[in-house]
T-cell receptor, first 111, second 114 residues
């Protein structure tokens, strides 16, 4: 199947702490795992991605981890700020197929 | 960055009518997608389109749905006839080289079927 599961659906953290979102996928042939951030009333925007030839990628306070054996990948936001509050979607795709998205995580960062 | 334009931003129609949602993708992109989102929740894949053809579609892409991109102009999603459950925000996206690359999303069209 093409299902992508994402947890938690709601995440509330204190400013300055870290936030973690976890996703699992069904299709072992999936080779591309993007993360999108969507602010209220806006379009989703890519924030970071990882391909299946990597296990870890980091950029600007974001870390993504990929465990192909477990078919699991995760996003970690370090030192969260109020501006990080948004919906976050993980996705998985293979080759030229369209990405399938998880159900989303609503992150709220309290000042 | 690259922009995908969607027209209109909001469309209200009566159940049973036809509606066409328009998308102006990034100019050099070759792959086009429609996703459906209800109440800011899951982005559900509908269809992707390449080289004038539907490449893949989901179960949500009912027989009443169709897509086309005549002569490289707008990439359109047509729903005929519409049903109440079609009310949602429809996002168009495009990418340069397929689903394993960055998708650029439009701002969405909010469709309200009454």
């Amino acid at each position: 199947g093409e299902q992508v599961e994402q947890l938690p659906s709601i995440l509330r953290v204190q400013e300055g702490s870290s936030a973690s979102i976890n996703c699992t996928y069904e299709n072992s042939a999936s080779n591309y795992f993007p993360w999108y951030k969507q602010e209220p009333g806006e379009n989703p925007k890519l924030i970071i991605d990882i391909r299946s030839n990597m296990e870890r990628k980091q950029t600007q306070g974001l870390i993504v981890l990929l465990d192909k054996k477990a078919k699991r990948f995760s996003l970690h936001i370090t030192d969260t700020q109020p501006g990080d509050s948004a919906m976050y979607f993980c996705a998985a795709s293979r080759d030229n197929n369209a990405p399938r998205f998880g159900a989303g995580t609503k992150l709220s960062v309290k000042p | 960055g690259p922009k995908v334009l969607q027209i209109p931003s909001h469309q209200i129609i009566d159940m049973g009518q036809m509606v066409t949602l328009n998308c102006d993708p990034v100019s050099n992109h070759l792959y086009f997608y429609w996703y459906k989102q209800i109440l800011g929740q899951q982005m559900e894949f509908l269809v992707n389109f390449y080289n004038g053809k539907v490449m893949e579609k989901s179960k949500l892409f009912k027989d009443q749905f169709s897509v086309e991109r005549p002569d490289g102009s707008y990439f359109t999603l047509k729903i005929q006839p519409t049903a109440l459950e079609d009310s949602a925000v429809y996002f168009c996206a495009s990418s340069l080289t397929g689903g394993s690359n960055t998708l650029y999303f439009g701002a969405g069209t909010r469709l309200s079927v009454l």
